[in-house]
């Protein structure tokens, strides 16, 4: 038979502190739970992967096409909008916020597009059906 002593030995209960509420069994798992200890790294490694993408010339018959659109685009319109920004192509969508004809600059909502990174606009007028935009 064995002794208290050596009962002991072998499993020690673990004391409570007084006024501490006992764990639960998620609580306690909780603890051994992985986290990020490098926080960012996979976002960063994600972008390392991104797919560069040379810009796009447009031939004189599309930037003709997109100049007229241009022209034909004023404040408050709804625009959808792809231009090259940092080696990818991405689309905006959004009502236009400004239109510098000088300074050669779009601003679809805070969006700011310079006219030479535009690869393709779609305008829709308010009140009016949206227009084709080139096929590219």
Not at 36 to 60: D, F, Q, T
Not at 82 to 87: G, L, T
Not at 105 to 134: H, Q
């Amino acid at each position: 038979m064995v002794s208290e002593t050596e009962k002991d030995t072998y499993y020690i209960r673990p004391e409570r502190v007084p006024g501490r509420p006992q764990m639960t069994r998620e609580e306690r798992a909780k603890q051994f739970m992985p986290f990020a200890a490098l926080k960012g790294y996979p976002a960063a490694l994600r972008k390392k992967e991104k797919i560069v993408v040379p810009k796009a010339e447009l031939s004189e018959e599309q930037a003709g096409l997109l100049d007229r659109k241009l022209r034909c685009v004023e404040k408050n319109d709804m625009v959808s909008v792809i231009y090259f920004c940092r080696e990818e192509y991405l689309k905006v969508t959004g009502m236009v916020s400004r239109m510098d004809q000088t300074a050669r600059i779009l601003k679809v909502v805070n969006t700011r597009i310079p006219f030479d990174d535009i690869y393709d606009i779609a305008v829709e007028k308010a009140g009016a059906e949206p227009r084709e935009s080139s096929g590219g």
